[in-house]
């Protein structure tokens, strides 16, 4: 199995901070990588697909990078909907990872 | 408008079996490119794939739980189904039903809103 580590675990941040959020690869995924926001009780939301996709109606400020082993997931101007929690999900071979998440919350 | 919900037992006893189904409207699994997968989440920690089955039947199951699980539609319900056999404790977690993305049909773009399924004695 592909393995998708997350950094940092746990982020803290104010409202109009610029974040990132980076998942690494074991081995090359090319851009097959997706990023998910959850909120607390709630089901995953997709937010970028395709490393840099976004995903139709979610807002510009979120914005992902990277290919290959290394990616990006990059917030310009948090909000306070956007505390929560954001996993990777990559999916080059029929075997996909989820990263073990990254936790946003308010400094 | 697309959605899906996930139904069955909120309490199973080890080594049983879990069926559960997901219910969705919106969309067909007769159409091309469609998808429709299953997703769990333990309490507290990470999502886990689990498997997929597409429009044409094809099946996609995770290595490590693919022993235990089975995957099945009924077009003419809108519905998919989800078997685990030989429960255990470690597998107790939200077990989620989504929609595969059309331009990759490996990634989830709806979902449900989860079921808890606990395994206890």
């Known amino acids: 199995d592909i393995q998708m580590t997350q950094s940092p675990s746990t982020l803290s941040a104010s409202v109009g901070d610029r974040v990132s959020i980076t998942c690494r690869a074991s081995?090359?995924?090319?851009?097959?990588l997706a990023w998910y926001q959850q909120q607390p009780g709630k089901a995953p939301k997709l937010l970028i697909y395709k490393a840099s996709s976004l995903e139709s109606g979610v807002p510009s400020r979120f914005s992902g990078s990277g290919s290959g082993t290394e990616f990006t997931l990059t917030i310009s101007s948090l909000q306070p909907d956007d505390f929560a929690t954001y996993y990777c999900?990559?999916?080059?071979?029929?075997?996909?990872?989820f990263g073990q998440g990254t936790k946003v919350e308010i400094k | 408008q697309i959605t899906l919900k996930e139904s069955g037992p909120t309490l199973v006893k080890p080594t049983q079996t879990l069926t559960l189904t997901c219910t969705f409207s919106?969309?067909?699994?007769?159409?091309?490119?469609?998808?429709v997968g299953w997703i769990r989440q333990p309490p507290g920690k990470a999502l886990e794939w689990l498997t997929l089955?597409?429009?044409?039947?094809?099946?996609r199951y995770s290595p490590s739980l693919k022993s235990r699980l089975t995957i099945t539609k009924d077009t003419s319900k809108n519905q998919v189904v989800l078997t685990m056999t030989n429960m255990d404790p470690v597998d107790t977690a939200t077990y989620y039903c989504?929609?595969?993305?059309?331009?990759?049909?490996?990634?989830?773009?709806?979902w449900g809103q989860g079921t808890l399924v606990t395994v206890s004695s």
């Open positions: 999900q990559q999916y080059k071979d029929y075997s996909w990872t």
């Open positions: 989504a929609h595969s993305h059309p331009s990759t049909m490996a990634i989830f773009d709806y």
């Open positions: 089955i597409y429009w044409d039947d094809d099946k």
């Open positions: 081995q090359s995924i090319s851009i097959w």
């Open positions: 919106g969309f067909s699994l007769r159409s091309s490119g469609v998808g």
